[in-house]
């Protein structure tokens, strides 16, 4: 009969600090015992589950980002459908505009191609993508992201002073990694401006 009886055993965890000042996981059980005179007594075993939870938070962190992983790959595969009609329709209007419209419309076609790079970036999970490193004029380059915010700069009544040099300033680099370098630092001044203020932007050759 007393091999049939069912015994409840208590399991809980709790975090205690040990001398060291290091933050411990303690995993521990109860299990109650009834002795032959109708006494009780009970059984605590302590253990040191500190790594095992570690590892399962791990895991469940690595679970996450797979999952993570998943659902980028699904966006970025949807994003990019539209996109490559925006592109093809940019690229008409680049034809079909007179000449003072074609720079922003290019702009904005070198600003999606931008935003492809992204897209294929995002769907690969924790992995290193390779720079796309070619021939630029860093000054063409800055004279197209002040083209870019010039609408936002001017709403906050900044003006912006700019000194390029007239020879283009050849460079080898990645042009989505600058432009997004680049955008970073105007947005930046121009909220460190506030408004009213004055923007200057000066390239020179070393």
């Given at each position: 009969?007393?091999?049939?009886?069912?015994?409840?055993?208590?399991?809980?965890?709790?975090?205690?600090?040990?001398?060291?000042?290091?933050e411990?996981?303690?995993?521990?059980?109860?299990?109650?015992?009834?002795?032959?005179?109708?006494?009780?007594?009970?059984?605590?075993?302590?253990?040191?589950?500190?790594?095992?939870?570690?590892?399962?938070?791990?895991m469940?962190?690595?679970?996450?980002?797979?999952?993570?992983?998943?659902?980028?790959?699904?966006?970025?595969?949807e994003?990019?459908?539209?996109?490559?009609v925006?592109?093809?329709?940019?690229?008409?209007?680049l034809?079909?505009?007179?000449?003072?419209?074609?720079?922003?419309?290019?702009?904005?076609?070198?600003?999606?191609?931008?935003?492809?790079?992204?897209?294929?970036?995002?769907?690969i999970?924790?992995?290193?993508?390779?720079?796309?490193?070619r021939?630029?004029?860093?000054?063409?380059?800055?004279?197209?992201?002040l083209?870019?915010?010039?609408?936002?700069?001017?709403?906050?009544?900044?003006?912006?002073?700019?000194?390029?040099?007239?020879?283009?300033l050849?460079?080898?680099?990645?042009?989505?990694?600058?432009?997004q370098?680049?955008?970073?630092?105007?947005?930046?001044?121009?909220?460190?401006?506030?408004?009213?203020?004055?923007?200057?932007?000066?390239?020179?050759?070393?």
């Open positions: 009969k007393l091999g049939r009886r069912k015994v409840h055993i208590a399991r809980a965890q709790a975090p205690i600090l040990v001398g060291s000042g290091e411990k996981v303690i995993g521990y059980s109860v299990t109650p015992l009834r002795q032959a005179r109708g006494g009780h007594s009970w059984i605590l075993l302590f253990r040191d589950i500190t790594d095992s939870q570690r590892l399962g938070n791990e469940r962190r690595l679970e996450r980002l797979v999952s993570l992983g998943e659902i980028t790959a699904n966006v970025a595969h994003l990019k459908n539209p996109l490559t925006m592109y093809a329709n940019m690229e008409w209007l034809e079909k505009l007179p000449e003072e419209f074609r720079r922003r419309v290019q702009i904005t076609i070198d600003h999606m191609e931008r935003m492809e790079a992204i897209i294929a970036r995002m769907g999970l924790s992995k290193d993508q390779p720079l796309e490193v021939r630029i004029d860093l000054g063409d380059l800055v004279a197209q992201m083209v870019f915010v010039d609408k936002t700069l001017r709403e906050k009544r900044i003006d912006v002073a700019v000194a390029v040099p007239a020879a283009p050849w460079i080898q680099g990645d042009p989505a990694q600058l432009q370098a680049l955008l970073n630092i105007i947005m930046n001044a121009g909220q460190a401006i506030g408004a009213n203020g004055t923007l200057a932007v000066r390239l020179e050759r070393c």
